[in-house]
């Protein structure tokens, strides 16, 4: 009896081992994914900052610089992809279906996108436009409920509220006789919203056959060369210091491929919900460093309305 009860607590010690173990790493694989998931988030933030000063301080032309950054970015996905899924890579460049696929994804959301996101910054701001994208969330709520055939339930309409007094405080700043925010940066705004929607939506069956290395490296591409065949880049490039070009290789490297990096990796340990909630970083931080880098001022109604369309992630999510 007592052998066999010594073999029996042993072996339930070892079961609670493996067990703590187990719950260890999964604790360990979720602090990394948040971590990252920030880092991503971050990233994002500043790059917006990043733009609005090349934009403001340099001049740059921001569908230059939106082609720029497709085509600087692009090769690096590439090669993420040739290391990581090498096999995929080679499949979908023998078919032509995939690519013209991929082509049309391209166009209609990272070009819509991208071109809106900086438009948004010219006239606004980069912790602005951030938050204006967030709206996103609102219109895959009403793709969902289209689809789905039902209503949205009463938290999704208690978003839909907070967002509308969000949007209605950055317009006019509490005063319905004027208007705060340019027209043009609402409408940018909000095509970057939509932007954003068609990108968590257009490209899933996509993303899952071939994987975001790929789909993304070859959407880059595709939009890179489709912009520059209508802005010819080479012609009219902006006078950019040394300052300015760390700039610009800090908006490709970090704000545009380390960012997705971060935040896929992150996405995977913590779940969309989960990233979804961390990615409100995103326009916080972008409004903290256009504040302290860009002497960007934002009013009390203006940080009200941040914090509305940000409540709004947590309710509708």
């Not at 007592?2 to 604790?27: L, N, Q, S, V, W």
Request: glycine fraction near 12%; aromatic fraction near 8%; proline fraction near 3%.
């Amino acid at each position: 009896m007592g052998e066999k009860d010594g073999a029996a607590a042993k072996g339930a010690a070892g079961t609670g081992g493996a067990a703590a173990a187990t719950a260890a790493g999964t604790g360990d694989a979720l602090r990394r994914g948040v971590a990252l998931v920030l880092l991503g988030a971050t990233c994002w933030g500043v790059n917006g900052t990043i733009s609005q000063a090349l934009m403001s301080g340099y001049g740059v032309d921001p569908i230059w610089l939106t082609t720029v950054k497709q085509l600087g970015s692009f090769w690096l996905f590439l090669l993420g992809a040739r290391v990581v899924t090498p096999g995929r890579l080679t499949e979908v460049a023998h078919d032509r279906r995939a690519l013209l696929r991929i082509l049309g994804c391209s166009i209609t959301t990272i070009i819509l996108l991208q071109v809106s996101y900086m438009q948004a910054i010219l006239w606004t701001n980069s912790g602005t436009a951030t938050v204006l994208q967030s709206l996103n969330l609102l219109m895959v709520l009403a793709y969902v409920c289209v689809r789905l055939r039902r209503a949205p339930k009463r938290r999704e309409v208690a978003g839909i509220a907070l967002a509308f007094v969000g949007v209605y405080l950055l317009a006019t700043g509490g005063n319905p006789t004027t208007l705060e925010l340019p027209a043009q940066g609402l409408a940018w705004g909000l095509l970057t919203a939509l932007g954003q929607s068609l990108l968590s939506i257009v490209p899933v069956r996509l993303v899952e056959r071939w994987g975001n290395l790929v789909v993304n490296g070859l959407s880059f591409l595709f939009a890179g060369v489709v912009l520059a065949v209508f802005c010819r880049p080479w012609e009219r490039v902006p006078s950019l210091d040394a300052a300015g070009c760390a700039l610009l290789a800090a908006s490709v490297l970090v704000g545009t491929f380390g960012a997705y990096v971060f935040y896929m990796q992150g996405l995977k340990a913590v779940g969309s919900l989960k990233a979804t909630m961390l990615g409100t970083a995103e326009p916080v931080v972008a409004a903290l460093t256009s504040a302290l880098l860009l002497h960007t001022s934002f009013s009390p109604t203006d940080l009200a309305g941040f914090a509305l369309i940000i409540a709004m992630v947590f309710v509708t999510a």
